[in-house]
């Protein structure tokens, strides 16, 4: 009865929620009703028994791909109820982290300038812990962005790795809509990415001589506010280069050690994210 869309959409919904909890089985058939008010009583049980296992299976999926991408999911399966959703947020020790203020913080990410989404790619490498961080000159729609160092030594601190430094160089693409990162942009990364592993490029402009003139691998990275398709994933999947979408960076920054700063204290003893002195934090750098 339901089209593949319109369960897509359901789910959509209910993963997208703030309820703290939803009891699959009652949602859609509530769903059910509204879509179709001719549907009979009888009708309804044999629906939702085709219906509620598709529903089931996305959810599912979205909760796999949170974990994989290293974000909490928005909701996890109750192991006493199976067919009840609570919220992940009411685990989290700082309740004021919940859904509303991710959705708060990507939302202000997503107002940014260029240059301002560029300072915060490089505060997103330092939050991951790498040195020597920074954007590399101001020109729009450069090949190179930012770049940085990832010590080994500090990541896996045994003597094999003592003293090993990898290259990181990324590009910034920033979407003032809700506006995919296609299989293209990848590739034309890709094209910097290779110039710059063979001497050759804008990259080698852009860049300071110290960092062009080590002899250590080089990795790529692309990083965005909204998200990839599939085919632009699997194309850097295959090309060895990492993304960074919207939601994975808005996970680094509710993580980030200068949060604080970001937050205040209402009357009503509430954390309240001041958007203002977040994106001002990054534009005065």
Known sequence: MFSRSQIKEIAKEIWESNDEIIELESFCETKLRELYPAITDLQVPEVLDEFLPKIKSLIDKRIASSRDRGIPPNYEFDNR???TLRSYSSKCEN??????????????????????????C?????????????????????????????????YIPTVLFQNVR???????????????VGEG?????????????SGKGRGMEALPEWFTEMRTPVIGMLVTNTDFTGDAEKFAEENGIILRDGDQITEDIIHSPRS??????????????????????????
């Open 95 to 120: 309740n004021y982290l919940t859904r509303k203020y991710r959705k708060e913080i990507k939302a202000a990410i997503s107002s940014m300038d260029w240059k301002s989404f560029e300072h915060l």
């Open 166 to 180: 990898l290259r990181i160089i990324g590009q910034a693409k920033h979407h003032s809509g809700d506006e995919k």
């Open 122 to 154: 490089k505060h997103i490498l330092e939050i991951n812990r790498i040195i020597s961080a920074s954007v590399t000159q101001m020109v729009k729609e450069g090949g190179i962005d930012f770049y940085g160092l990832l010590d080994m030594g500090k």
């Open 260 to 285: 604080n700063e970001w937050f205040h204290t209402g009357k009503d003893g509430n954390r309240i994210f001041n958007q203002q002195l977040f994106l001002r934090s990054f534009s005065a750098i």
């Open 185 to 197: 942009e990848i590739r034309k990364f890709k094209t910097h990415y290779s110039d710059f592993q």
């Open 81 to 83: 109820l199976p067919n």
